[in-house]
Structure formats: structure tokens, C-alpha cells
């Protein structure tokens, strides 16, 4: 079965600074891979995928996944910290007919 | 709007009651899904209907019972209602033939059971 693990349960990064939220996955096959957002009280938005073809994947808001199949990881980065970004965020795979989350982590913005 | 939509968006009921929870979704898609949100955030499939045909059953109390009368629509009745069955239930839908599983969310039901 495929799993995926996000490293820290909370991260916070300052106004402007580089987001970097950690995902690594175990699959036997090749993966599609997926960054959702959950803002406060809400449901779950996409952000970017992997599917096919360039492993550097462009998602809304600025960001930004890298797939790399050596690590098994799907690291989402943005360059600048913007306070909306505050949020839950969820890396998945898709296994079958369903889609596997990680625990989640949650994105500190400070001021 | 084009959107999966869920009702109702709260739901505050006592224990031992029997309650259902409505979604639907206009985008076109032929496979809909329940997930169960806990306290820590973890997201948890419940069932997946493909076509109004059950093809994801994971391990949930048979008081949790999924209706596809259409491929539009799936709700979720639950029967004698638990303390542990507190959580956000999220529907989400997806088109098979697309082949990557991407899924659309609803905006989610908190349940409080008291």
C-alpha cells in the first residue's frame, strides 16, 4: 500500500521567506502526486499535480512541487511567504480509485 | 456555480439519533466520495461510488450507510449517533476516465454529537 509522510506537523516562516513544506511518499508504480490547501472552516482546494512528463509541477498562488523519483519526494516550495497563505496543507497520492493523505501540515505565517 | 456542494454545513445532535448528510456535485463527474476529518486534521476515505456502483468500502461501523441514488448525488445516513462520530465529513467527486484520481471537495459538514 502506498503511504505518504509530511515531515513537521506545523511549520512557521516569516512574512516574505521561503515556504518549504517536506513530502515523501512510498509507491511501487509510478505515482500521481497532489498538493491540497485547507484554509480555516474550509474544504480542501487543489494546488498543483503530478501526473505525467515535467517533474517540475506550477500550481495556484505561487506555488511550486518538484517530483523527484530518486528521494520519493514532492517537496512544495513558494518563495515568498504571504499572510493568506496560513493554512492547512495536505500532500496525497493516488493509489487505485482513492487518494492517500498525509497528516497534514499546518503553515505559521509570522508578521 | 459548478461545485460539489454538501448539506447541511453544521449538524448538532444528540447521541442515538439517526441523521443524513446530502452532497452533490454538477461538474460532470462519475465517482463521489465520503472522507471523515478528525480533531487532528487527519482525512480518512470512508466509501467511493463509481457510477452509483459501491466500489470503496473502508472500515466503517454499519451504522454508516452511503445512498447513490443518481451519480450526481451520494449522501450518508448514520444511525444511532456516537460521541466518536464528531468530525468534519467532507464529499469530493472525480472522473475515472481521467485516470489521476484528482478530486473536487465539498466545503465539508462539522457533525457534533453531544
Known amino acids: 500500500a502506498q503511504s505518504v509522510t509530511q515531515l513537521g506537523s506545523h511549520v512557521s516562516v516569516s512574512e516574505g521567506a521561503l515556504v518549504l513544506l517536506r513530502c515523501n511518499y512510498s509507491?511501487?508504480?509510478?505515482?500521481?502526486l497532489f498538493w491540497y490547501v485547507q484554509y480555516p472552516n474550509q474544504g480542501l482546494q487543489l494546488l498543483l499535480k503530478?501526473?505525467?512528463?515535467?517533474?517540475l509541477v506550477k500550481g495556484i498562488n505561487g506555488f511550486e512541487a518538484e517530483f523527484k523519483k530518486s528521494e520519493t519526494s514532492f517537496h512544495l516550495t513558494k518563495p515568498s511567504a504571504h499572510m493568506s497563505d496560513a493554512a492547512e496543507y495536505f500532500c496525497?497520492?493516488?493509489?487505485?480509485?482513492?487518494?492517500?493523505f498525509g497528516k497534514g501540515t499546518r503553515l505559521h505565517i509570522l508578521p | 456555480d459548478t461545485a460539489v456542494s454538501q448539506t447541511p454545513k453544521y449538524l448538532v445532535t444528540q447521541m442515538g439519533n439517526d441523521k443524513s448528510i446530502k452532497c452533490e456535485q454538477n461538474?460532470?463527474?462519475?465517482?463521489m466520495y465520503w472522507y471523515k476529518q478528525d480533531s487532528k486534521k487527519f482525512l480518512k476515505i470512508m466509501f467511493s461510488?463509481?457510477?452509483?456502483?459501491?466500489?470503496i468500502n473502508e472500515t466503517v461501523p454499519n451504522r454508516f450507510s452511503p445512498k447513490s441514488p443518481d451519480k450526481a448525488h451520494l449522501n450518508l445516513h448514520i444511525n444511532s449517533l456516537e460521541l466518536g462520530d464528531s468530525a468534519v465529513y467532507f464529499c469530493?467527486?472525480?472522473?475515472?476516465?481521467?485516470?489521476?484520481?484528482?478530486?473536487?471537495f465539498g466545503p465539508g459538514t462539522r457533525l457534533t454529537v453531544l
Open positions: 461538474l460532470g463527474h462519475d465517482t
Open positions: 509507491s511501487s508504480v509510478p505515482p500521481y
Open positions: 461510488y463509481n457510477n452509483k456502483e459501491l466500489i
Open positions: 503530478y501526473t505525467t512528463g515535467a517533474t
Open positions: 469530493a467527486s472525480s472522473l475515472r476516465l481521467a485516470g489521476n484520481n484528482e478530486q473536487f
Open positions: 496525497a497520492v493516488s493509489e487505485d480509485d482513492k487518494i492517500i
